[in-house]
């Protein structure tokens, strides 16, 4: 099979491609990713030469450039994850979050109703739901009540996904997943964050009280739910997916601490997020029912063997948080007390 994989060089995609490589040998994967910030082409190095894998640097929003892949790549599948992903982003500057999450995602379910799919797989958020009190979780009927720009881009791109597989019976398939951790992340989301800072010696800045509640799930269980939802999925239906980990924020900065070796002293209460949503935690029993999906991954074990990874992985981010980051950094933080 042809797939147009969309924001492959991010920190999920790049996990993705590795993964339909090795369990699907037969699939050949065009990867369009406009390597903004967040896209790095090295996170694919090894990659280099694999004549079932061609990165193309575009944009989803260039109509142009998507119906030419079309055409020219026989795709008979899409798995888009391209997207502005950064909550914290979205509250300093909204635009670009509509124009690719939004208009993005409409340029790619055109093309893919005018050349035709056999799926195609809308990678969302849980974050489309809201915010949840202290018990309770989401289902795929939770009604969708997103609170920040970010999640109310990837609600409105839900919104047109699901459109065009009732209006034109276009065969989508739409995932929400949880908080996803593991190699390849951008050190501007909390756990690659707490962990770079951590080795640094730098402070560790938790948001409010630190009681805000996530719910964790592996990257490569994603990546797997993933590939379930596309072959196995039912058009025109949700999927949630999650691992059943959810734990306050500030526990897991301690626990970055104590597998890091550093004193719980470098923790920095910050003002907080504006509008930050307290908790999210997921029901995942429909994939696993209908998709015969579930996760692998045990957190506090593959938390460990992620710190690992980015203490063995440092010149990888270390070269990627110069430049522009830098300055996102001093805004972000820079005020904060
Ligand atoms: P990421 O920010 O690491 O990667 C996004 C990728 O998209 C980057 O490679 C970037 O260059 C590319 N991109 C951005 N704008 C583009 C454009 N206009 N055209 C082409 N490429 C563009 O994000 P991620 O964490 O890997 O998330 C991937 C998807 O999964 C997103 O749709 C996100 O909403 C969703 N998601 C993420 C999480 C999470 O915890 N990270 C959880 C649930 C869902
Ligand atoms: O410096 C920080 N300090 C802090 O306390 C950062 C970056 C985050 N936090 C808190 C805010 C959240 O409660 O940690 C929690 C997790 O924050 P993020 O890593 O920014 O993730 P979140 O806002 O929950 O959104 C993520 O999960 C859903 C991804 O970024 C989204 O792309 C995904 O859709």
Redesign the pocket.
């Known amino acids: 099979m042809n797939v147009l994989l969309t924001g492959g060089c991010g920190f999920i995609g790049s996990n993705l491609v590795r993964l339909l490589l090795a369990e699907r040998p037969e699939w050949r994967i065009v990867n369009l990713d406009k390597l903004t910030y967040a896209g790095n082409a090295e996170n694919l190095a090894d990659l280099a030469g694999n004549p079932r894998h061609r990165f193309v640097r575009g944009d989803i929003c260039n109509g142009e450039l998507i119906a030419d892949l079309f055409r020219t790549e026989k795709i008979e599948a899409v798995m888009h994850l391209a997207?502005e992903?950064?909550?914290?982003r979205s509250i300093l500057s909204p635009s670009v979050f509509i124009e690719t999450n939004v208009r993005g995602t409409q340029v790619l379910l055109e093309a893919a109703r005018e050349f035709g799919v056999q799926r195609f797989l809308h990678v969302s958020?849980?974050?489309v739901y809201g915010s949840l009190g202290p018990t309770g979780l989401f289902t795929e009927l939770t009604p969708l009540d997103p609170s920040s720009p970010?999640?109310a881009s990837?609600a409105s791109s839900d919104l047109l996904a699901l459109a065009y597989a009732h209006t034109f019976k276009l065969p989508v398939v739409v995932t929400r997943?949880?908080?996803?951790y593991g190699p390849w992340q951008f050190p501007?989301?909390?756990?690659p964050?707490?962990i770079a800072n951590a080795v640094r010696d730098l402070p560790l800045?938790?948001?409010?009280d630190?009681l805000?509640v996530?719910d964790w799930i592996h990257v490569e269980d994603h990546a797997r739910g993933l590939l379930a939802a596309l072959e196995r999925g039912v058009p025109g239906q949700v999927y949630n997916f999650g691992a059943a980990s959810e734990r306050h924020?500030i526990d897991i900065v301690k626990l970055v601490l104590t597998l890091t070796g550093k004193p719980e002293s470098l923790i920095k209460y910050?003002t907080d997020?504006l509008g930050?949503?307290r908790r999210?935690a997921i029901d995942a029993a429909k994939a696993t029912r209908e998709l015969g999906w579930a996760p692998r991954h045990q957190f506090e074990r593959a938390l460990a063997e992620t710190v690992r990874w980015y203490q063995a992985n440092r010149a990888w981010w270390e070269r990627i948080i110069s430049g522009e980051y830098l300055k996102y950094y001093a805004q972000q933080?820079g005020t904060k007390s």
């Open positions: 997207a992903s950064h909550v914290d958020t849980d974050e970010y999640s990837k997943c949880s908080n996803n501007e989301k909390l756990i964050l707490m800045p938790v948001y409010g630190g805000n996530r924020n910050v997020r930050h949503d999210y933080y």
